[in-house]
T-cell receptor, first 113, second 111 residues
Framework: IAGITQAPTSQILAAGRRMTLRCTQDMRHNAMYWYRQDLGLGLRLIHYSNTAGTTGKGEVPDGYSVSRANTDDFPLTLASAVPSQTSVYFC????????????FGPGTRLTVL | QKEVEQDPGPLSVPEGAIVSLNCTYSNSAFQYFMWYRQYSRKGPELLMYTYSSGNKEDGRFTAQVDKSSKYISLFIRDSQPSDSATYLCAMSVPWGQNFVFGPGTRLSVLP
């Protein structure tokens, strides 16, 4: 593995179903993020984690939950999916230096019907 | 007013043109400014990174920051069809863990 991986690549989901999007990084970055990207709205932060064991809410956290049991993994869970959660989801990670920037995964394209 | 504003385009230019992409922002505490490039159906990738005001050049790309006007720019010289992508600006405060992204400008460079 080099960088950030996300799974699945794409998914079609029935409304009301539970879904977990997976994210794994091998850069030993402390900070990790989940964004959703919608046309015209850009990247919106859902949840973040500054270090293993801690999480925080971003701009659009409702309907989503995260956990950070270790440094490498940061799964995003939709407890009961709704059509408005149809989007492309990106995971990102960042080191703790003052000039470190965010590195993004390839994304998960989710459709909720 | 959104914290970061960016014209969504689309912007179409002929190959070889000089392209100017811009963002404005409202938070004067931002010190780190980034440009990401995102190809269709891919994740954003870092293109340029600047600190505070001034210019930074990397090959055909120049990033410019004017903190007094709260305005940042990305210039692409001798644009190529391979530059066709969405360009997102991003910014953060010193030591900030969270970035604020612009909505992105979609650029098409026509051969």
């Amino acid at each position: 593995i080099a960088g950030i991986t996300q799974a699945p690549t794409s998914q079609i989901l029935a409304a009301g179903r539970r879904m977990t999007l997976r994210c794994t990084q091998d850069m030993r970055h402390n900070a990790m993020y989940w964004y959703r990207q919608d046309l015209g709205l850009g990247l919106r932060l859902i949840h973040y984690s500054n270090t293993a064991g801690t999480t925080g809410k971003g701009e659009v956290p409702d309907g989503y939950s995260v956990s950070r049991a270790n440094t490498d993994d940061f799964p995003l869970t939709l407890a009961s999916a709704v059509p408005s959660q149809t989007s492309v989801y990106f995971c990102a990670s960042k080191g703790t230096g003052p000039t470190d920037t965010q590195y993004f995964g390839p994304g998960t394209r989710l459709t909720v019907l | 007013q959104k914290e970061v504003e960016q014209d969504p385009g689309p912007l179409s230019v002929p190959e070889g043109a000089i392209v100017s992409l811009n963002c404005t922002y409202s938070n004067s505490a931002f010190q780190y400014f980034m440009w990401y490039r995102q190809y269709s159906r891919k994740g954003p990738e870092l293109l340029m990174y600047t600190y505070s005001s001034g210019n930074k050049e990397d090959g055909r790309f120049t990033a410019q920051v004017d903190k007094s006007s709260k305005y940042i720019s990305l210039f692409i010289r001798d644009s190529q069809p391979s530059d066709s992508a969405t360009y997102l600006c991003a910014m953060s405060v010193p030591w900030g863990q969270n970035f604020v992204f612009g909505p992105g400008t979609r650029l098409s460079v026509l051969p």
